[in-house]
């Protein structure tokens, strides 16, 4: 096997996904730039196919001491090697995750249910409800000035979205919509009609659980 010196340099793993794209790259190419570098007398093309072997026998038991018993693989490589699976896993589990209700609004925000300040958050979704984003689009006291239409729509015109959810926590704990609320909630599905996205709920959250616009018929 020739070592990466070796190679043609438009072989080079680097220099192949450069001019061919990432998906002409076999596994240990990708590896290979991920890494970097190589060890003495062990070049990054060798070290990435033993790590791939470790790799081919699954993710689920991968551990940051597996990966150490490569030769030549010390714990800042091992760690970033993990660090890249599990932000990929994630993102691939949200890519496919899907909002049908607003327990599963709740589910996916609920970390915000407690929070000591009044969070404005916006989840975007493709037409067959998968989350596109979810994004905290202010923070502070509900009111008209806040919730600009401007602010809540831009990021789901990027996005492409074709329906938005939108949530905000009360962090008094009450899960009763207050004038407030009801005003933005009917001033955005006014908007939401003109651009296209479909206002799909706006769900309160708190300790206590939460206050879907849509499950009261408000929608």
Do not use: W
């Not at 990966?67 to 599990?86: D, E, F, P, R, Y």
């Not at 890519?95 to 609004?105: F, G, H, L, M, P």
């Amino acid at each position: 096997m020739k070592t990466l010196k070796e190679l043609h340099k438009s072989d080079q793993p680097r220099e192949k996904l450069l001019h061919k794209g990432v998906e002409a790259l076999k596994n240990d190419e990708l590896l290979a730039i991920l890494l970097g570098t190589g060890i003495q007398g062990k070049d990054v093309r060798k070290l990435s196919k033993e790590i791939i072997a470790l790799l081919d026998e699954g993710l689920d038991m991968l551990t940051l001491e597996k990966l150490c018993t490569v030769h030549g693989l010390g714990q800042v490589k091992a760690s970033q090697i993990l660090a890249s699976i599990a932000l990929s896993k994630r993102y691939l589990i949200r890519a496919n995750k899907r909002i049908t209700s607003a327990q599963e609004v709740y589910d996916e925000l609920r970390s915000f249910s407690t929070k000591s300040q009044e969070h404005f958050l916006s989840i975007t979704l493709d037409g067959a409800s998968h989350i596109i984003n979810t994004r905290t689009v202010f923070i502070g006291t509900l009111n008209q000035s806040l919730a600009h239409p401007r602010e809540v729509f831009s990021d789901a015109i990027a996005d492409r979205a074709a329906g938005i959810i939108i949530a905000h926590n009360h962090p008094s704990g009450t899960l009763e919509a207050s004038r407030a609320d009801i005003q933005i909630t009917q001033r955005l599905k006014e908007v939401s009609k003109l651009v296209g996205i479909e206002l799909l709920d706006h769900v309160i959250l708190s300790k206590q659980g939460y206050y879907s616009f849509s499950d009261e018929g408000l929608l």
